[in-house]
């Protein structure tokens, strides 16, 4: 047990209910391995084309031959292109494993009920493990990208009150439970309930104050003119704002 629980700083939590736990499915580490791969190629084709390009205007000149320049240079630059995609793209294909099967959501509890909250796990290095309350959801959308729906699945974006893109201010969810299969269900679920913490005869956001008591007449006095007064201002002041 940890030396802060038996101080007493906080009791401990071992015998809490814990959500069921789900990962994405395998398909999002096929989506990010195509995508890797996808720039490898970009990549090499690139210095293919620039060497290509280069050895041409090379050969401008009377004394090179652009068929030799190929000759002699072509598989030298290919070799150490490809070296060079291999390098970083073994270890970027291992890593997105990783990352991958670090990726932890729940929306439910063991027992089979909805969870209160959504809780989303990530990181490899850095894990950030983060909790999102049903009653602080403001917004919830289902979205597939070309890839996405290449591969079978799609994602749940998640926004909370009071987000506005994080600390550089950066617009995008708060929060993303992405590589789902059932990814269109999962929205429906979460909006239902989402339903279940708004009040259904509730039709605007505007809130309704209780409609003050007149003030006082103290037959002209000063005390219920400043009353008046304070009472205008808070008036304008309520409208305005």
Same mark, same amino acid.
């Given at each position: 047990?940890?030396?802060?629980?038996?101080?007493?700083?906080?009791?401990?939590?071992?015998?809490?209910?814990?959500?069921?736990?789900?990962?994405?499915?395998?398909?999002?580490?096929?989506?990010?391995?195509?995508?890797?791969?996808?720039?490898?190629?970009?990549?090499?084709?690139?210095?293919?084309?620039?060497?290509?390009?280069?050895?041409?205007?090379?050969?401008?000149? *009377?004394?090179?031959?652009?068929?030799?320049?190929?000759?002699?240079?072509?598989?030298?630059?290919?070799?150490?292109?490809?070296?060079?995609?291999?390098?970083?793209?073994?270890?970027?294909?291992?890593?997105?494993?990783?990352?991958?099967?670090?990726?932890?959501?729940?929306?439910?509890?063991?027992?089979?009920?909805?969870?209160?909250?959504?809780?989303?796990? /990530?990181?490899?290095?850095?894990?950030?493990? /983060?909790?999102?309350?049903?009653?602080?959801?403001?917004?919830?959308?289902?979205?597939?990208?070309?890839?996405?729906?290449?591969?079978?699945?799609?994602?749940?974006?998640?926004?909370?009150?009071?987000?506005?893109?994080?600390?550089?201010?950066?617009?995008?969810?708060?929060?993303?439970?992405?590589?789902?299969?059932?990814?269109?269900?999962?929205?429906?679920?979460?909006?239902? *309930?989402?339903?279940?913490?708004?009040?259904?005869?509730?039709?605007?956001? *505007?809130?309704?104050?209780?409609?003050?008591?007149?003030?006082?007449?103290?037959?002209?006095?000063?005390?219920?003119?400043?009353?008046?007064?304070?009472?205008?201002?808070?008036?304008?002041?309520?409208?305005?704002?």
């Amino acid at each position: 047990m940890n030396e802060e629980v038996i101080a007493g700083y906080f009791p401990a939590m071992d015998g809490m209910p814990r959500g069921k736990t789900f990962r994405p499915s395998k398909a999002l580490r096929n989506k990010y391995g195509f995508i890797a791969i996808s720039m490898a190629v970009i990549f090499w084709l690139v210095i293919m084309v620039a060497f290509y390009g280069i050895s041409f205007l090379i050969s401008l000149d *009377e004394a090179w031959s652009h068929a030799a320049l190929l000759g002699q240079w072509l598989g030298f630059v290919n070799f150490w292109a490809f070296v060079g995609n291999i390098a970083w793209l073994i270890p970027a294909l291992i890593g997105i494993s990783v990352y991958i099967n670090s990726i932890e959501y729940s929306v439910i509890s063991e027992s089979g009920e909805a969870s209160p909250e959504i809780y989303v796990k /990530k990181g490899i290095i850095n894990v950030t493990k /983060k909790h999102v309350p049903f009653r602080t959801i403001t917004n919830i959308a289902s979205r597939a990208g070309i890839i996405d729906r290449l591969f079978g699945i799609g994602n749940v974006e998640i926004q909370t009150a009071g987000y506005s893109g994080g600390p550089t201010g950066q617009a995008g969810p708060e929060e993303k439970l992405e590589g789902i299969r059932a990814f269109e269900g999962l929205t429906q679920f979460v909006l239902g *309930e989402l339903r279940k913490f708004r009040d259904p005869y509730t039709t605007t956001t *505007e809130v309704v104050y209780p409609r003050d008591e007149p003030v006082p007449h103290l037959d002209g006095s000063l005390d219920d003119e400043i009353l008046t007064a304070i009472r205008d201002i808070r008036e304008i002041l309520r409208t305005k704002l």
